[in-house]
């Protein structure tokens, strides 16, 4: 095994042979993915060591100040597509796929939601036809993000609605610039536009873009899935916090202070500390080598506290918080949930318990795999697709 | 420094319960004697914050913690809490001499505070009579002959305490204190004089009177000293003793509530209505994932307190964060174990009242978490409205 003084040696070396002021920022992030130095984890010659997760951190101590891929514009490819690539991919899709991704050359989208299914995936409809080496594509997504900058998406489709529904599932590789894919932008409460609807209309993808096997599109989308909740759930302490955020603004505004506006406030404050410890034990028990249960309900911790510091932000503020900075129809480049002004807080925050499963989803996930409870009874498991009552 | 158990507090865990499933297989009321020699004598809990050149084991609050965690779970009314962790740390702190006793289990001692006594206000204090029977010992500073003190009866709790440590002198000293855990069967009681100083009475010159109280495994009493001769301490911080135990109690509320998850989640899974069991009922099962993660958060922060304790730092934020949290969701989990119980969970059968009654008094006990959280204000950045 690699062990962390290897990591630091090849991280200084890399940095006395390469200048950053005389590589293009692409060139640098080429060159720093080549030297195994862009994720650690990964296998040699695939941009990493095959180190242990966690000596990630020595690199990108000392890797501080150089360029990076804006990891914002590129986190469905680094925390979804790569780890899917990796576990299913060919040897031939891995090389292809993941040095432009992580460069962010190559921006990825996630092509999994429906219309017709958000929280019951395995329901979904979009319907992939195999066409002598080619697979025919039909069929609509909605809630992706980065959709019109991408160049590939990860599509799970039905190869065979008649088979039961989680059954009859394929995992692709979808090119964004093939004809039929059309993207259009899905505008938010918030004003603008980070998710877009994704039609796809007679769309060829060759039989080389399947990830996994023909009928594996549920195993495969589930690896994506639990790389999402593991991201999502060991991200590190953040900087800036939606309650610094607001002591920022407590401090600036004593006259508006209001001793009910500070109980619920300072219940806020304990309510954020114990969520950035259940994060830090949860970190600590993964680097011990035991993966606790807690990644999973860490977004709902999160999503609750977002909510609620957010929405006491807009009515400390008053007049100020009856405005807002600007409704303009856009369509940002990343998402920053802190960014912006008290009233965008406040209402990008009400996705947080809708995206990446809703918080009622995962209080089943809690409940279910953590805690043991029976599940619902269901009578949509067995019947082929087709059948369901729609 | 971690949050996460060390493979020593494992096997401590380990040992302290699987004593207690010996010895105190379900919640009662009234002490349990053979429990609390089995625990103080032969795992030596009693003596866990004494240095080992005093007799003690030399451990720390990170230890105590795990024993609180387990002794919160197994409902077991012991003075483990009043007498080994909130008067052995006063009498430490003091240089009490006879603090072996307290660390082989042979005495138990209960600090005269109000079991709701607050770190954040002022407490009761003793009043202490040197002119009639004080003997002037010479160790401590206090003049012989001086004018019989009268205390004021109030110690203010951020007065500076003189830190004079160890044996002062005797004296007589008088007092009456409502709300005292861990009095029943006490040996010894440290009563609180202002100064920094404590006097220590022996049971035979206090008068204890129980009463009915709501948490029947840990009984209140009054203690009432009157002219009685003691020993006078300095050096001790009854404050600080508050702070410590408010700040360890978290562990016992994550013990509390631990149990009531648990014993939820078996029951919800037996418990068939409608032809199914009740715990595959979506209402009900996000009623307990929501509980699962607010334990989950508990432990952090029951763990994060008795981190910063056992370190010596200034703990006072990691304190008031884990009392805070911790006792709202100890009286969570025992209000949701009842509700979820149905009608059993209303019944004297069934153990689940004395965790309901455990959780309420807890919350109140060193500080509510309404205390707490106003306490935080000023230490991370809040101020109060003018």
């Given at each position: 095994?690699?062990?962390?003084?290897?990591?630091?040696?090849?991280?200084?070396?890399?940095?006395?042979?390469?200048?950053?002021?005389?590589?293009?920022?692409?060139?640098?992030?080429?060159?720093?993915?080549?030297?195994?130095?862009?994720?650690?984890?990964?296998?040699?010659?695939?941009?990493?060591?095959?180190?242990p997760r966690d000596l990630?951190g020595?690199?990108?101590?000392?890797?501080?100040?150089?360029?990076?891929?804006?990891?914002?514009?590129?986190?469905?490819?680094?925390?979804?597509?790569?780890?899917?690539?990796?576990?299913?991919?060919?040897?031939?899709?891995?090389?292809?796929?993941?040095?432009?991704?992580?460069?962010?050359?190559?921006?990825?989208?996630?092509?999994?939601?429906?219309?017709?299914?958000?929280?019951?995936?395995?329901?979904?409809?979009?319907?992939?036809?195999?066409?002598?080496?080619?697979?025919?594509?039909?069929?609509?997504?909605?809630?992706?993000?980065?959709?019109?900058?991408?160049?590939?998406?990860?599509?799970?489709?039905?190869?065979?609605?008649?088979?039961?529904?989680?059954?009859?599932?394929?995992?692709?590789?979808?090119?964004?610039?093939?004809?039929?894919?059309?993207?259009?932008?899905?505008?938010?409460?918030?004003?603008?536009?980070?998710?877009?609807?994704?039609?796809?209309?007679?769309?060829?993808?060759?039989?080389?873009?399947?990830?996994?096997?023909?009928?594996?599109?549920?195993?495969?989308?589930?690896?994506?899935?639990?790389?999402?909740?593991v991201?999502?759930g060991t991200a590190g302490s953040?900087?800036?916090?939606?309650?610094?955020?607001?002591?920022?603004?407590?401090?600036?505004?004593?006259?508006?202070?209001?001793?009910?506006?500070?109980?619920?406030?300072?219940?806020?404050?304990?309510?954020?500390?114990v969520m950035r410890l259940t994060g830090q034990r949860l970190r600590e028990q993964l680097l011990a080598g035991h993966p606790g249960p807690e990644g999973?309900g860490m977004?709902?911790?999160?999503?609750?506290?977002?909510?609620?510091?957010?929405?006491?932000?807009?009515?400390?503020?008053?007049?100020?918080?009856?405005?807002?900075?600007?409704?303009?129809?856009?369509?940002?480049?990343?998402?920053?949930?802190?960014?912006?002004?008290?009233?965008?807080?406040?209402?990008?925050?009400?996705?947080?318990?809708?995206?990446?499963?809703?918080?009622?989803?995962?209080?089943?996930?809690?409940?279910?795999?953590?805690?043991?409870?029976?599940?619902?009874?269901?009578?949509?498991?067995?019947?082929?697709?087709?059948?369901?009552?729609? | 420094m971690t949050l996460l158990y060390t493979e020593?507090e494992e096997?401590?865990?380990?040992?302290?319960?699987?004593?207690?499933?010996?010895?105190?297989?379900?919640?009662?009321?009234?002490?349990?004697?053979?429990?609390?020699?089995?625990?103080?004598?032969?795992?030596?809990?009693?003596?866990?914050?004494?240095?080992?050149?005093?007799?003690?084991?030399?451990?720390?609050?990170r230890?105590?913690?795990?024993?609180?965690?387990?002794?919160?779970?197994?409902?077991?009314?012991?003075?483990?809490?009043?007498?080994?962790?909130?008067?052995?740390?006063?009498?430490?702190?003091?240089?009490?001499?006879?603090?072996?006793?307290?660390?082989?289990?042979?005495?138990?001692?209960?600090?005269?505070?109000?079991?709701?006594?607050?770190?954040?206000?002022?407490?009761?204090?003793?009043?202490?009579?040197?002119?009639?029977?004080?003997?002037?010992?010479?160790?401590?500073?206090?003049?012989?002959?001086?004018?019989?003190?009268?205390?004021?009866?109030?110690?203010?709790?951020?007065?500076?305490?003189?830190?004079?440590?160890?044996?002062?002198?005797?004296?007589?000293?008088?007092?009456?204190?409502?709300?005292?855990?861990?009095?029943?069967?006490?040996?010894?009681?440290?009563?609180?004089?202002?100064?920094?100083?404590?006097?220590?009475?022996?049971?035979?010159?206090?008068?204890?009177?129980?009463?009915?109280?709501?948490?029947?495994?840990?009984?209140?009493?009054?203690?009432?000293?009157?002219?009685?001769?003691?020993?006078?301490?300095?050096?001790?911080?009854?404050?600080?003793?508050?702070?410590?135990?408010?700040?360890?109690?978290?562990?016992?509320?994550?013990?509390?509530?631990?149990?009531?998850?648990?014993?939820?989640?078996?029951?919800?899974?037996?418990?068939?209505?409608?032809?199914?069991?009740?715990?595959?009922?979506?209402?009900?099962?996000?009623?307990?994932?929501?509980?699962?993660?607010?334990?989950a958060g508990?432990r952090a922060a029951a763990r994060n307190?008795a981190d910063r304790?056992?370190?010596?730092?200034?703990?006072?934020?990691?304190?008031?964060?884990?009392?805070?949290?911790?006792?709202?969701?100890?009286?969570?989990?025992?209000?949701?174990?009842?509700?979820?119980?149905?009608?059993?969970?209303?019944?004297?059968?069934?153990?689940?009242?004395?965790?309901?009654?455990?959780?309420?008094?807890?919350?109140?006990?060193?500080?509510?978490?309404?205390?707490?959280?106003?306490?935080?204000?000023?230490?991370?950045?809040?101020?109060?409205?003018?």
């Open positions: 095994m690699v062990d962390a003084t290897t990591v630091r040696q090849r991280a200084e070396a890399f940095l006395a042979e390469h200048d950053p002021s005389e590589l293009s920022p692409l060139d640098w992030l080429r060159a720093r993915f080549d030297a195994g130095l862009a994720w650690v984890h990964f296998p040699e010659g695939l941009g990493g060591l095959g180190a990630q020595v690199v990108d101590q000392l890797f501080r100040g150089t360029p990076d891929n804006n990891p914002g514009r590129i986190g469905i490819g680094l925390g979804m597509a790569a780890p899917t690539i990796l576990a299913f991919g060919t040897e031939e899709q891995r090389r292809r796929f993941l040095r432009p991704l992580w460069t962010g050359e190559e921006v990825w989208c996630q092509l999994f939601s429906e219309p017709g299914a958000g929280s019951d995936l395995a329901s979904l409809a979009t319907r992939a036809v195999r066409d002598g080496d080619d697979w025919v594509v039909d069929g609509q997504k909605v809630w992706t993000s980065s959709a019109h900058l991408a160049r590939w998406g990860i599509l799970v489709a039905r190869h065979d609605p008649d088979l039961p529904k989680h059954r009859g599932l394929t995992y692709f590789v979808c090119d964004m610039e093939a004809p039929g894919v059309e993207v259009r932008p899905l505008r938010q409460i918030t004003g603008e536009a980070e998710f877009n609807e994704v039609f796809l209309t007679g769309v060829r993808l060759g039989d080389d873009l399947r990830l996994g096997e023909i009928g594996d599109g549920w195993k495969v989308a589930q690896t994506t899935l639990m790389n999402e909740r991201a999502i953040p900087r800036r916090t939606m309650m610094g955020i607001f002591a920022e603004s407590w401090n600036e505004r004593p006259e508006s202070r209001t001793h009910d506006l500070h109980q619920r406030a300072l219940g806020l404050w304990v309510q954020g500390e999973s977004k709902l911790l999160f999503s609750r506290h977002h909510q609620e510091v957010s929405a006491l932000e807009v009515e400390f503020l008053r007049e100020d918080g009856l405005t807002y900075d600007d409704w303009t129809f856009r369509r940002p480049d990343g998402v920053d949930f802190l960014g912006r002004g008290a009233g965008y807080r406040y209402l990008r925050a009400k996705g947080n318990s809708i995206e990446g499963g809703t918080s009622e989803i995962l209080r089943n996930i809690v409940a279910e795999r953590v805690l043991g409870l029976p599940a619902e009874p269901r009578t949509d498991v067995a019947v082929p697709w087709k059948d369901l009552p729609r | 020593v096997e401590l865990r380990t040992a302290v319960r699987d004593l207690l499933a010996d010895k105190a297989p379900v919640a009662a009321e009234g002490e349990n004697a053979a429990a609390w020699n089995g625990l103080a004598r032969d795992i030596g809990v009693a003596g866990l914050l004494v240095p080992e050149d005093l007799g003690g084991a030399g451990a720390s609050a230890e105590v913690a795990v024993v609180l965690e387990e002794l919160g779970r197994a409902g077991t009314p012991t003075p483990f809490l009043t007498s080994s962790v909130l008067a052995t740390r006063v009498l430490l702190d003091a240089g009490y001499p006879d603090i072996s006793l307290l660390a082989a289990g042979e005495v138990t001692a209960a600090l005269c505070v109000s079991l709701a006594a607050s770190p954040y206000r002022d407490i009761s204090v003793g009043v202490l009579d040197e002119g009639v029977a004080g003997r002037e010992s010479g160790a401590g500073g206090l003049q012989a002959g001086a004018a019989p003190e009268r205390a004021t009866g109030v110690l203010h709790a951020g007065a500076a305490a003189e830190r004079v440590t160890g044996v002062l002198q005797a004296g007589v000293v008088s007092g009456r204190f409502t709300g005292v855990a861990g009095a029943v069967g006490a040996d010894l009681f440290v009563v609180p004089l202002d100064g920094g100083r404590v006097a220590v009475v022996g049971r035979d010159h206090a008068r204890v009177e129980p009463v009915v109280s709501l948490d029947v495994t840990r009984p209140l009493a009054v203690v009432t000293v009157d002219r009685a001769p003691a020993v006078v301490l300095g050096g001790a911080s009854v404050r600080d003793a508050l702070l410590f135990a408010g700040g360890l109690m978290a562990s016992e509320q994550v013990g509390v509530a631990e149990w009531c998850l648990t014993t939820t989640v078996a029951y919800l899974k037996e418990r068939r209505q409608f032809a199914r069991p009740v715990g595959s009922f979506q209402a009900l099962k996000h009623r307990l994932a929501d509980l699962w993660l607010e334990v508990a307190a304790l056992a370190s010596g730092a200034d703990a006072r934020v990691a304190v008031a964060v884990a009392a805070a949290h911790c006792g709202d969701v100890a009286v969570c989990a025992a209000e949701e174990a009842l509700q979820l119980h149905g009608g059993i969970g209303m019944t004297w059968e069934h153990p689940i009242h004395l965790y309901l009654k455990r959780a309420k008094a807890d919350a109140i006990a060193f500080g509510t978490p309404g205390a707490h959280r106003n306490a935080l204000g000023p230490l991370v950045g809040l101020p109060a409205p003018e």
